[in-house]
């Protein structure tokens, strides 16, 4: 499976970016896609995953009620769409995809699938 992240940008504090990541190659209906980010000294921090189905949707307790993950399974292609911008947003952002468990478990164990980070700079 490849996957290849887009969207990332430098926006202010309480603004909007989308994110887009396209799965391409073996991919298969019981799959789980999501996002994680990387602060610059900081460890990988899981950020939200849905299903296949574009159903069950999964966040961090720090992004709830901002971003809004959903999934266009005609483009096999999930998105991440992120309100309320805060300079703790501030990361590169990694799509991940896994063949396996649900949206939750991506939250705890490592997927098996990720593509290239995006950056995402929110300044205060």
């Known amino acids: 499976v490849q996957l290849q992240a887009s969207g990332g940008g430098l926006v202010q504090a309480g603004g909007s970016l989308r ?5 391409s190659g073996r991919t298969t209906g019981g799959s789980n896609m999501g996002w994680f980010r990387q602060a610059t000294g900081k460890e990988r921090e899981f950020v939200a995953a849905i299903r ?68 995402v700079t929110v300044s205060s």
């Open 52 to 119: 296949s189905s574009g159903t069950s949707p999964y966040y961090a307790d720090s992004v709830k009620g901002r971003f809004t993950i959903s999934r266009d399974n005609a483009e096999n292609t999930v998105y991440l769409q992120m309100n309320s911008l805060k300079s703790e947003d501030t990361a590169v952002y990694f799509c991940a995809y896994s063949d396996w468990g649900s949206p939750r478990t991506m939250a705890t164990v490592v997927p098996e699938h990720w593509g290239q980070g995006t950056l």
């Open 19 to 23: 994110l887009s990541c396209a799965a």
